[in-house]
């Protein structure tokens, strides 16, 4: 037999390059994303004073938003009705709503053609059936998220109504297949088309979050619910509350885009510029237009959770200077 060391070391080549990636591939799925060991490794930025751009005037709340919709309001609004939407919040970038939905009621099947859809269940039982997983039933503080391009319904199980809050995009309206007839839409035609592809999930966004079960109960630290190039809903969970800052700390402002709040848990304090302060609890909402210092905070003793709703995962925050990171 020849001997041939150059095709030998070659085939040891090819098996080593093999074997470093079948080991970069399983320390990649064990591993966190490389992107947050990144943010880790980090020392804490240095806070940077500059002019910052801000309103001469402070922006008004336009209609529907403004400080706060207490869901004891809301529901006193439609009482007596089991099928009803009210519109709360809108921006270039988000339509928020609380819908109702009777005993036996069903969506029809639909999807977004660029965005996700997401919502937190309030009360009831609501199936969700979600392209490419298996249906499930989500009830008090069910956290879900459908990304761009994936087909979705839901429905009414049980004996009483499902109340939700639904963020959708704005500007957008949903999509259907061909087994439905879509819903009229005014300024919008439905034309036959066809697409490839969709979205998924990660490691970060999934179908739910059970925040009852994996979190007030399991005690999960997870911190952001959904994240994407256009979409950031971060959980900001605190156990106990803390002595009320002077009024003079406003926290912080942002200068491009609005935030919306929805507490989930306990009770929460919010100062917003040219408003009063206001305390919260469960399924209140609060919001702070663009270009207002703003500042929340838990209240009270016990624990306290609120969903922070932005457009931008990397986002600014103007601060006070001296007080960046304060809040």
């Known amino acids: 037999m020849t001997f041939n060391r150059w095709a030998l070391a070659a085939a040891l080549a090819l098996a080593g390059a093999a074997l470093i990636a079948v080991e970069q591939a399983i320390a990649q799925d064990a591993a966190p994303d490389q992107a947050t060991l990144v943010r880790a490794a980090r020392p804490p930025a240095k806070p940077i004073t500059a002019w910052a751009a801000k309103p001469a005037k402070l922006p008004p709340y336009v209609a529907p938003n403004k400080l706060i919709y207490r869901l004891a309001d809301v529901l006193a609004a439609h009482k007596g009705k089991a099928n009803w939407k009210q519109t709360v919040f809108t921006s270039r970038d988000f339509i928020g709503e609380w819908i109702s939905m009777a005993p036996g009621e069903k969506t029809k099947t639909q999807f977004y053609a660029d965005d996700r859809v997401f919502w937190v269940v309030q009360s009831g039982q609501m199936k969700v059936t979600i392209e490419g997983q298996e249906p499930f039933i989500a009830t008090k503080h069910f956290l879900v998220q459908v990304p761009k391009r994936l087909q979705y319904s839901m429905e009414t199980v049980g004996s009483e109504p499902v109340l939700s809050f639904q963020m959708r995009p704005a500007g957008e309206a949903p999509d ?52 994407d190039d256009h979409t950031y809903v971060t959980i900001l969970r605190s156990q106990t509350g803390v002595p009320t800052p002077p009024d003079d700390q406003w926290g912080h402002f942002h200068a491009n885009f609005p935030e919306i709040w929805l507490i989930v848990e306990g009770t929460q304090q919010f ?37 922070a709703y932005i457009p931008r995962p990397d986002n600014l925050h103007w601060f006070q200077p001296g007080q960046a990171g304060g809040n």
């Open 271 to 307: 100062l917003v510029q040219g408003e009063k302060l206001v305390t919260v609890k469960d399924g209140d909402l609060v919001a702070a237009p663009t270009g207002r210092y703003h500042r929340a905070m838990p209240f009270g003793d016990g624990p306290s959770t609120r969903l």
């Open 176 to 227: 259907y297949p061909l087994s439905e007839t879509p819903t009229p839409v005014k300024g919008v035609g439905y034309v036959q088309a066809t697409y490839t592809g969709h979205g998924d999930y990660d490691k970060i966004n999934h179908p739910f979050i059970d925040f009852e079960k994996q979190i007030v109960q399991g005690g999960e630290k997870t911190g952001v619910w959904i994240r």
